[in-house]
């Protein structure tokens, strides 16, 4: 069982930080519950691998504590916390076979005979490597070791959170569904609290339940994947999350409409208090902006390009010289390039310096 | 599949052969030449056909049991060298910083005593343990041990062993060293999580990947050590007595002190093919565990 809470939390590379560019992980309070599934999602250089190495305990914060299950572990060496990690590189020890790498964290944990012997096999049998448990680590493929890796994690009983550091980037694409969805099973089987760390939105919006979006050492967004869909709290998670990106445009917002080069949006919610010295924008998914044949209503717009993307056709547009991307319905057929912009009101949102403002509702 | 032939490509071999042809080949048929055949100067030489070699493999004669001798001290001084030049070089490699301006600092003491002429080296070892005038000789008897290289054998033999672990021990460390600057540190910080002691962690994780530097290692200093001529002819001159003249320093006395030109060339031929054999034997034992390994 592991609820963990970091408090305060941050994390300097350099010995006296002075401002906030000093911290490669700024201050945060987080809770992450005991057996959820969690993706640390953000580009190289965010800060996530440096919050996985906090919690695992291979890296001592400079500021603030982390509790398992309440007790402080901030001191604590990785060996005396009942927790497991695994690498981007698989590390498998070389010259012993799969039985023994499995056997191995045991082993250094004074387990010897019976039940040593029944714990490895129940494991491999967990991720099917019953079959290659007399071979040697160094002849298997990068998947097979991949699964020793999180084997030697899994095997000792008193592990209650595996964190995993983009454990799938070197493993072939074909595979990297098959082990996902065996990291998945056994999420579900074993009540164990997994962090995962990766820059692959599919990989964070497929594998986990709360997705946590990490930009410059900050917690941007911590939620469901259809919440960072729906409504992203920070221009940010809508350009990271998605393909293409939301669309995000200088606006003038006033009651329940903004004005973007001389036309106007119409919003659900009312904006009244907005800060006037903060930079505007609206935001707005290419899935919610649909293009139509001008003069539909809408707001008009120049079309530049089409791309077919299989599924989906995208529109490259332009407002008021302001490129978009929109969503192409099946049957439009368009004559020429002028066209106009359906926005659908409920999606469209309005940020302040890049975070999300909440409007009063209708 | 048939592949093209070329034999354009024996004019890349040419130079090669040629080379190694005026400056291996013919020098060592000359020696070859010299060790069935007596010679008085003057030109004349005698017939002798495998005498030499007969007398030098018998330890019973004059010359065999010179040889045997000298061979049994240059296996015990190997053996020596190698018994603790590796286990050394080993730790002072793991105790070497693996990030920061230390590492460069570390890598430049190491390799200084490398740079030094052999000859060098020899030199100052044998002013420095001098009993009268050196510092590590005059040292060690003011704390009552007696030692005095040029008339105890023992003195004689700690002094070139030490001398040649204080030269070469840098060799084996700096070769440890770059094998474990392979290992990535995921393997350390898994292993860490995984709860392994620092043996644990040497046995299953540094020594695997030192494996093959190692037996490069102890091949290189088996060899050197082997064929050790400067230093202990420049310190001790092959004495007091006997102790400490190894093949080479033998092999120089028969051919330039006495002019035994004969025996000298039946003996570097022997000498010649061990060193080969030593080798090949090496050579075959690392393959075949390359390929067990595989």
């Known amino acids: 069982m592991a609820r963990i809470d970091l408090q305060s ?88 076979t799969v039985y023994e790498n499995l056997a191995f964290p045991l082993r250094n944990r ?45 095997v000792r009983p008193d592990v209650a959170a595996i964190l995993f550091d983009e454990p799938l980037t070197v493993i072939d694409p074909h595979l990297k569904w098959e082990l996902r969805s065996k990291l998945k099973a056994l999420h579900r089987a074993l009540d164990l609290t997994m962090i995962y760390v990766t820059h692959d939105q599919t990989e964070a919006l497929t594998f986990a339940d709360t997705v946590v979006v ?39 917002v006033s009651g329940r409409a903004a004005r973007v ?98 409007g009063e509702a209708a | 599949m048939d592949k093209p032939v070329n034999q354009g490509a ?47 493999l018998d330890p019973s004669t004059d010359l065999g049991g010179r040889f045997f001798d000298a061979l049994w001290r240059n296996l015990l001084f190997s053996l020596l060298i190698l018994l603790i030049e590796v286990p050394l070089g080993i730790a002072v490699a793991l105790s070497m910083p693996r990030h920061g301006w230390r590492v460069a600092a570390t890598l430049v003491v190491l390799a200084l005593p490398l740079l030094i002429p052999w000859n060098v080296v020899g030199t100052i070892w044998q002013i420095f343990a001098r009993e009268d005038i050196g510092l590590l000789g005059w040292a060690v008897n003011r704390l009552g041990i007696p030692y005095n290289y040029t008339a105890d ?34 393997f350390y910080q898994a292993a860490r999580i995984d709860g ?24 290189l200093r088996f060899m050197d050590s082997f064929m050790i001529y400067t230093e202990p002819f420049v310190v001790t001159g092959g004495g007091p007595g006997n102790s400490t003249t190894f093949v080479s320093i033998d092999l120089v006395k028969l051919a330039l002190g006495q002019f035994d030109l004969g025996k000298a060339a039946a003996l570097s031929i022997v000498y010649n093919l061990i060193i080969l054999a030593v080798c090949w034997v090496f050579y075959t034992v690392m393959t075949r565990m390359d390929a067990q390994r595989n």
């Not at chain 1, 690498?87 to 020890?93: I, L, N």
């Not at chain 1, 410059?216 to 990106?245: T, W, Y």
Request: charged letters at 20%.
């Open chain 1, 9 to 96: 939390l941050a994390h300097s590379y350099t010995p006296n930080p002075k401002g906030d560019d000093d911290y490669a992980l700024k201050p945060m309070t987080h809770v992450w519950e005991q057996g959820g599934a969690y993706a640390l999602l953000g580009p190289s250089g965010c800060g996530k691998t440096t919050l996985l190495n906090i919690i695992s305990g291979l890296l001592t914060p400079s500021e603030g504590r982390v509790l398992f299950d309440g007790r402080d572990v901030t001191a604590l060496p990785t060996e005396a916390r009942n927790i497991a990690q695994v690498f981007q590189f698989p590390v498998v020890y070389d010259t012993m």
């Open chain 2, 196 to 219: 392994a002691s620092r043996w644990a962690i040497f046995r299953n994780i540094q020594l695997p990947k030192m494996h093959r530097v190692l037996l490069i290692a102890v091949l």
């Open chain 1, 261 to 358: 080069g001389g036309h106007l949006i119409p919003l659900r919610r009312g904006y009244p208090a907005l800060d006037g010295g903060a930079k505007i924008e609206i935001g707005v998914r290419p899935e919610f902006a649909t293009l139509a044949p001008a003069g539909a209503g809408g707001v008009p717009v120049r079309v530049r390009r089409l791309d077919d993307l299989g599924r989906t056709r995208i529109a490259r547009v332009e407002l008021s010289g302001l490129p978009m991307a929109a969503t192409v319905p099946e049957d439009l057929t368009l004559a020429g390039d002028e066209a106009s912009l359906l926005l659908d009101p409920a999606m469209v949102h309005v940020y302040a310096d890049g975070t999300l403002v909440e």
């Open chain 1, 110 to 154: 004074g387990l010897r005979g019976a039940p040593l012997d029944a714990r490895v096999r129940e494991i491999a049998a967990l991720l099917d490597l019953t079959a290659d448990l007399n071979r040697r680590g160094r002849n298997l493929t990068a998947d097979a070791k991949q699964k020793i890796s999180l084997g030697r994690g899994l």
């Open chain 2, 10 to 56: 024996w004019l890349l071999v040419l130079p090669v052969l040629l080379i190694v042809a005026f400056s291996a080949i013919l020098p060592l048929m000359t020696v070859v030449n010299y060790s069935v055949q007596d010679t008085f100067g003057n030109n004349q030489f005698f017939w002798n056909g495998i005498g030499w070699y007969q007398e030098l």
């Open chain 1, 214 to 252: 990490m930009h410059d050492g900050r917690v941007v967004q911590m939620g469901r994947p259809q919440e960072l869909f729906e409504r992203p709290a920070h221009v940010f998670v809508g350009h990271f999350i998605g393909s293409p990106g939301m669309n995000v445009l200088p606006a003038e």
């Open chain 2, 153 to 186: 054998p023992l003195s004689a033999w700690v002094t070139i062993v030490a001398m040649d672990v204080w030269h070469w021990t840098s060799l084996v460390a700096l070769l440890c060293y770059a094998g474990l600057r392979s290992i990535p540190d995921a």
